[in-house]
């Protein structure tokens, strides 16, 4: 079964996710664009599988939208859109620094909304397209010492309930994968004693594929997805 | 991807999800298994893609040790299993038999139980197996006039929440999905004025070969489907 | 502020909870109905709050149904009703009675089912009422090793949200209490070395004397209960 | 049962339900401080009540650190603190202002946050204190047309949880309450066609107070009130 879709914007291209998710869409024939803060780290990616990148702080409106209307003269508006960026810091309620929680906020979950907007814009004429919002065991649950991620994380998925009532009506598919656990990367990998902790990228990105490839007449909007051995 | 798994069962085989799951799962090489209180209307279905057919009520201990039991002599003990009976009556709580009550709780959920212990039992030794179970909008939601279809699916996804728990770590991937919306079949089309608004077999189907197909670093366990038109 | 009702039938009364419950209603001038299995341990509860007692095996529909006929003649018919009757065995799927599975079904929630629809029939011509259902961590957690238990326990919940959506806009008031942890009682109290980690019986019970006394202009339907130093 | 606090602040003082909070927390002896972001239309309740008014714009740092500071010297530190701020815009996600999804965010989340980490620097030292969110439905659904209220209250609910899993280990009591409904109000009633289809704010305070009187061994975290005609 094809995708149906032939073009993806990836924001926050930077994780090993993206990667994952850009050499799968490639692999369908995709024409992918990945924007990030800074794309330096994308250009070996980007040669891999043909990529065009963008610089764009994902949380700031004028950035957002200089990436759609660069996307629009060049590789075209993207049929699928997919939502990575999230900003986190930790520490007790009392000691956390005010800046930080509103970055959380514009980073994870306003961030979310400008790149929706600017997608939502594109794919209404068309009654067509697929945006996919990342999500964390934090989405659904506020963890102790962790308010900023959480408050981010769930203003996410609220942003994406509402769109999905919204839009999947007008031919939109709007959906919101929670990812239960750690990413596994290079730099990041199981403790010796907890192999299989962590979560495959390449695993990951299947769903995500899986989800983009659904008929519309059995849309998933929620999906979360963990390793075999995660606590839940 | 192959789904890596080669015998399935599917009980409750005689509504049209069945016939889709059974066809899509033969078509990846699956030996499959039908099950169903009366096997009758399973003939041409089996004969189409080559499937064993048993008679079992899914409420009663005897037939379902039956049924593994013939399995374990015929086809062999099925790798993956889904579960779908349910059983439903609608009226207020002031009116409802209690009879109907209790058999929606023994084939909603105590049937579910039955077959997933026989399941888990060959799985078990392997470390490797699928369960599906099947809910419906009522296992999130009691709506009103229905509160035994609501008890049995609440029942059940219970059991599989504490399923997934125990057994994902022990190699068995348990999950539920939620069809929150009617299904299509010959039976029952969508009124011409909601064109679109019941969900295609096939559809639903392709998700749960999905979840099937996943890697244990990346298992849902949870997925809900819904037709793009429906309210939520 | 007044509780607004002055007859009360406590099921399950054997349980240290229902002697809170008893005494706080009593005190408020409601005159309380204790039923259980064996009414042998109410005698004393029953002489201290001036309660009438009586057996009920409340998984059975005859006994059930001979409680409310009794209540009828003798005390009247309770306008306050809680339900707090549990069944749990626990162990892995594989090893699990089907017997003790059942009867965690019929107990938790059955007879849920079956005293609410005798107390609802009596309710709505009056237009009033209140019917508080006794959930546990177990009704939106399915645990490893519990399934009968979440079984049970989902299943009532799905009871009481189906209720509640059909009978609040009829005058009767229909409420789920999860109560998050272990109640203290003589036998069973916390250990040393985890001081405050159990639930204090009067405690709740004030909460569900706070739920009873609702305007129907604000009505909880779902009410979370759980000691200050419970991990949640 | 007495409160067991004596000081109190009510920020988003302007709305009904803080009139009747504010009411209710004096007629128990409590010391009310009002916040709000202007103090004109407090007057007559703070003279009713015998509260002192403090003007405070809740989504600015550096005001509410002010509001802090007056409190420590005036009325003294808060023991009580609710906080019902929130901002809400309407509209399709293609064509909401940027600006307002900011102010929705950081009205009704980051003043919490802002508000929530002044009290909780006070109230740790004591180990004794509680602090009250108001949510709404769209704390847990996120309706269509209404991304930024939705993704505001989200927000607010993960910051409460975070909060409650951090502190009620440590004495104080984190709560969050979802208004399902409309509350009346002079300017606001409900239409002759749809009687008590709103929520009395006075029995909504109700349960505020109930829930700040639990004692530490059954403290509630979440509570939701609706008017009994309510669909949910």
């Given at each position: 079964m094809t995708l149906g879709f032939k073009t993806a914007l990836i924001v926050?291209?930077?994780?090993?996710?993206?990667?994952?998710?850009?050499?799968?869409?490639?692999?369908?024939?995709?024409?992918?664009?990945?924007?990030?803060?800074?794309?330096?780290d994308l250009a070996g990616l980007a040669r891999e599988i043909g990529a065009a990148t963008f610089a764009c702080d994902a949380s700031r409106q004028r950035d957002v939208e200089q990436l759609?209307?660069?996307?629009?003269?060049?590789?075209?508006?993207p049929e699928i859109v997919i939502?990575?960026?999230?900003?986190?810091?930790?520490?007790?309620v009392a000691d956390l620094d005010p800046a930080e929680v509103e970055k959380?906020?514009?980073?994870?979950?306003?961030?979310?909304?400008?790149?929706?907007?600017?997608?939502?814009?594109?794919?209404?004429?068309?009654?067509?397209?697929?945006?996919?919002f990342t999500g964390a065991s934090a989405s659904v649950k506020g963890?102790?010492?962790?308010?900023?991620?959480?408050?981010?994380?769930?203003?996410?998925?609220?942003?994406?309930?509402?769109m999905a009532r919204e839009l999947?009506?007008?031919g939109i598919h709007?959906?919101?994968?929670?990812?239960?656990?750690?990413?596994?990367?290079?730099?990041?990998?199981?403790?010796?004693d907890k192999p299989a902790s962590m979560l495959d990228p390449d695993a990951i990105a299947a769903s995500y594929l899986g989800v983009i490839r659904q008929s519309p007449s059995a849309w998933s909007?929620?999906?979360?997805?963990?390793?075999?051995?995660?606590n839940f």
């Open positions: 926050g291209a930077g994780a090993g996710l993206s990667a994952s998710l850009g050499r799968q869409l490639a692999a369908e024939g995709v024409k992918v664009a990945l924007a990030a803060r800074s794309t330096e759609f209307s660069d996307l629009d003269k060049g590789p075209g508006s939502y990575n960026p999230s900003y986190r810091t930790r520490g007790p959380s906020l514009m980073v994870s979950a306003f961030g979310g909304f400008l790149v929706a907007q600017q997608a939502v814009r594109r794919m209404l004429p068309k009654k067509s397209g697929c945006i996919v963890y102790a010492q962790s308010a900023p991620f959480a408050m981010g994380k769930f203003a996410l998925r609220g942003l994406a309930q509402s999947h009506p007008k709007v959906a919101h994968v929670i990812i239960d656990g750690g990413i596994r990367s290079e730099r990041r990998q199981e403790p010796a909007h929620e999906v979360e997805v963990r390793p075999w051995v995660e």
